[in-house]
């Protein structure tokens, strides 16, 4: 006890370090989109046929993107909604460069009444990485 009095901003400091390194998982969990893998995105692509959603921005799907996804800026995504009414019963996985703006479109996308929404964890990042397919 006497060690934590004498070092209360060490113990703080490791604790937020330790919350800020579980926090992307959690806060995934807490908003109802479930974070998936690259290989994980790919079956929902094979099996369930699922829409793979670019927010990224103009220049970066120039640059090279995941064969067959729609591309809808996450500025526009808003205003846009209605292009994704049909695959409301579809699973979406969300993609952007790294996994960011892509789970704040989930978000969009869950408060707009979409329910089998997903974000491609790490995002283009993970899915070069993976090895996998792109097309320009």
């Known amino acids: 006890m006497d060690f934590i009095l004498q070092n ?3 113990v703080l ?3 937020f370090s330790g919350f800020m390194l579980i926090w992307p998982s959690i806060g995934g969990r807490l908003s109802g989109v479930k974070q998936v893998g690259p290989q994980e995105a790919v079956m929902l692509f094979n099996h369930e046929d699922a829409l793979v959603l670019d927010v990224r921005e103009e220049s970066e799907w120039r640059d090279g993107h995941i064969p067959k996804a729609k591309h809808i800026p996450l500025r526009q995504l808003k205003d846009r909604m209605k292009d994704l009414e049909k695959h409301k019963d579809k699973p979406i996985v969300a993609v952007c460069r ?3 703006r892509s789970a704040h479109a989930c ?3 869950r408060q707009s ?3 089998r929404v997903h974000n491609l964890a790490g995002g283009m990042l993970a899915w070069e990485q993976a090895g996998l397919p792109k097309e320009k």
Request: aromatic fraction near 14%; glycine fraction near 14%.
């Open 113 to 115: 009444g979409f329910e």
């Open 13 to 15: 400091l490791a604790l």
């Open 8 to 10: 209360i901003w060490l």
């Open 107 to 109: 978000r969009l996308l």
């Open 98 to 100: 790294s996994g960011n």
